[in-house]
């Protein structure tokens, strides 16, 4: 086959099938699975343009699997997964910080006593609904494209109610992983630490401070979903919404 090649004449080419092409070889059809490509070496007369590749396809037929792995991608739950209108004040609060209140270090507040708790709750209870990009999130994760972790920063006490949104719109098997923030961790902080042990590629976040602090302190790409009084601000992996920032990320140009 190789000194066949080399006949003065005779051109050869190699090319990729899939199964429905290579069905017709025959005897190989035994041996084919749907997750395969199968390469064939075709050598072709320059003078007659005839093909030989059936005589030789037992000797010059290579199997090829598919061995791109999938991208660890993590989610921020409120103003990514859940549509939040509070997050639009953000960029407020965080100005406020640091001219008024001259806090340069990132620092979040944590509800101590009763009563704050009982606010904090009712807060969160203005992610009022489902992001668009979801759906789109599962349908990734069983074609094998993403790996889908959810990682809120969602004190302790508020655990249950991520683990109720969860079951409630059945997205049991479409995250690996799903973690809040048990330990009552700085939020900035515990998703550095979880980026890290589970070795993500991506992190989609909204919140512009913890962005930046991941952008410096994690490997992954930092896809950043921003608000309208955020619009103006530089970042090269800003996206309006969840659904723009899945299409990019699965187009391959995350940086």
Not at 14 to 39: C, H, K, M, V
Not at 175 to 189: A, C, I
Not at 217 to 244: E, H, M, Q
Request: hydrophobic residues 35%; glycine residues 6%.
């Amino acid at each position: 086959m190789e000194q066949m090649a080399r006949v003065k004449g005779t051109r050869q080419r190699t090319q990729n099938f899939g199964q429905q092409a290579i069905e017709g070889f025959g005897a190989l059809t035994g041996e084919i699975t749907s997750d395969r490509i199968w390469r064939i070496t075709i050598y072709e007369n320059c003078s007659t343009g005839q093909f030989w590749f059936i005589p030789l396809v037992y000797s010059t037929i290579s199997l090829m699997t598919k061995t791109t792995p999938p991208l660890q991608v993590g989610f921020d739950m409120d103003g990514v997964l859940l549509y939040n209108p509070g997050r639009i004040i953000r960029p407020l609060i965080s100005y406020f910080k640091r001219i008024f209140l001259h806090k340069k270090k990132l620092k979040f507040y944590y509800p101590k006593t009763y009563s704050e708790k009982v606010f904090w709750r009712l807060v969160h209870k203005s992610s009022i609904y489902n992001a668009p990009g979801i759906s789109e999130i599962t349908r990734l994760v069983k074609e094998g494209t993403i790996e889908a972790y959810l990682i809120t920063a969602r004190y302790n006490y508020l655990g249950s109610s991520v683990e109720k949104w969860v079951k409630k719109n059945k997205l049991e098997n479409t995250f690996k992983g799903v973690y809040f923030n048990s330990r009552d961790e700085q939020p900035h902080e515990f998703k550095e630490r979880m980026i890290n042990e589970l070795k993500l590629n991506v992190y989609v976040e909204d919140n512009f401070d913890i962005v930046n602090y991941l952008a410096q302190k994690t490997p992954a790409d930092i896809f950043w979903v921003y608000n309208i009084l955020d619009r103006g601000t530089k970042f090269p992996t800003k996206f309006p919404n969840l659904a723009s920032a899945l299409k990019q990320m699965t187009n391959g140009k995350h940086k």
